[in-house]
């Protein structure tokens, strides 16, 4: 959006003005202090100066009328259905603070909509309708997963970059940290997400997220889960790690032909339908919500193919072991249908050598279908 670049773009040009006049002021004083010290004293002028005409540029654009604001906001965000478009509804966000909150209250959540708009939208519930559709990157020499938004029906197109993974050993035990940023894929950083730990045997993974899902949540007192090694950190940042589920693959001792059985235990906040971008952070305040358990759909054996099948609507076009769709045990009493055999919450497939689709819906979020999806890689010799 020109809007947010022009505000980025904007800085003050007093600067050198105010570095000169320090110069200046130095010199008819008299005083016997060196270059270095009259160097540092226009710096921190020029500092001031900028810091100053930034926050008089913020108090211009704070200072529209919020009818009119909302107004534009609204048009903005009506006219970026799609990526890249999209990203003018951030550069809105960004301006101030006020435009930021006005921008939270028109953006509706994945839950309604199927946009994903902010870093939050990624653990916020995908539509309960259709599903989004993403897409994953492995790169084998890296050991990293890139998870994008699919933006056309075709598997060419680039996509919208989401999360990334790296996976990491400890001992016998597998781990994949997830981060906001690709290219720093550590627990200290700020872009951390959350992150995975597997057993001895690599068939039961714990699912860790960054934040505590619901206000009064503890995070898990084991020192594997830990984000940081010293407790002496900003009260802001959490030192551990929270538990919001659990992936187990079953046992085939017996080589029985088929595929991986999986079941996924998950613990999520209850989500209200009529809610904002806001009310929809806020809603964990209400405590833990239910237990959402998952299993994989059973295949068919298709007897002139001979090999198991299921109907991934054209999404998969490699055949796999790695291939799955995930279904909630049946149970009446969960809101929005959730519990129906015959729908598919997550489906995950191969349709490239490193390539892998994705597509989730509600009640799943980004962060829970990627760190589910990750579970799959790697050969599990007592499950297959």
């Not at 710096?43 to 005409?53: C, H, I």
């Not at 981060?179 to 057993?199: E, P, V």
């Not at 010293?230 to 085939?252: D, T």
Request: proline share 5%; glycine share 8%.
């Amino acid at each position: 959006m020109a809007l947010g670049k022009a505000l980025l773009s904007r800085v003050p040009s007093s600067s050198a003005g105010w570095q000169r006049r320090d110069n200046e002021a130095g010199g008819v004083g008299g005083r016997a202090e060196d270059e270095e010290d009259i160097e540092e004293g226009g710096r921190d002028g020029a500092s001031t100066a900028a810091a100053s005409g930034q926050e008089e540029e913020q108090e211009r654009w704070a200072s529209i009328l919020p009818e009119l604001l909302r107004e534009i906001v609204r048009r903005v965000e009506a006219g970026g259905e799609r990526w890249p478009m999209r990203k003018d509804v951030v550069s809105c966000a960004c301006v101030c603070r006020s435009w930021r909150e006005v921008t939270k209250g028109v953006v509706r959540p994945p839950l309604e909509t199927g946009k994903i708009t902010f870093p939050s939208s990624l653990k916020q519930p995908g539509p309960a309708d259709t599903p989004i559709q993403c897409f994953i990157k492995r790169n084998k020499m890296s050991s990293t997963f890139y998870l994008y938004l699919s933006l056309t029906q075709t598997f060419m197109d680039k996509g919208k970059f989401l999360l990334a993974a790296r996976r990491f050993r400890r001992g016998a035990r597998i781990g994949y940290i997830i981060s906001l940023n690709a290219d720093d894929l550590s627990q200290g950083s700020n872009a951390y997400m959350g992150k995975l730990r597997s057993d001895f045997l690599g068939t039961n993974f714990t699912i860790y997220d960054s934040r505590p899902p619901y206000d009064g949540a503890k995070a898990s007192s084991s020192r594997a889960s830990r984000r940081f090694a010293s407790k002496q950190i900003s009260p802001q940042v959490s030192a551990g790690n929270f538990e919001i589920g659990r992936l187990s693959y079953k046992f085939n001792l017996l080589k029985s032909r088929g595929p991986r059985r999986m079941c996924c235990s998950l613990h999520h906040p209850v989500v209200v339908q009529d809610s904002s971008e806001e009310d929809l952070l806020k809603s964990k305040a209400h405590g833990p919500g239910m237990s959402l358990v998952l299993q994989n759909k059973a295949p068919r054996w298709h007897e002139h193919l001979q090999c198991w099948c299921l109907n991934f609507h054209g999404r998969v076009t490699v055949a796999s072991v790695k291939n799955f769709q995930l279904v909630a045990t049946a149970d009446s009493n969960r809101p929005g249908g959730i519990g129906d055999e015959e729908v598919v919450l997550l489906q995950f497939g191969k349709v490239g050598d490193d390539m892998f689709t994705m597509d989730y819906r509600q009640p799943l979020s980004a962060f829970q279908a990627f760190a589910i999806c990750l579970t799959s890689f790697g050969t599990k010799f007592a499950c297959e």
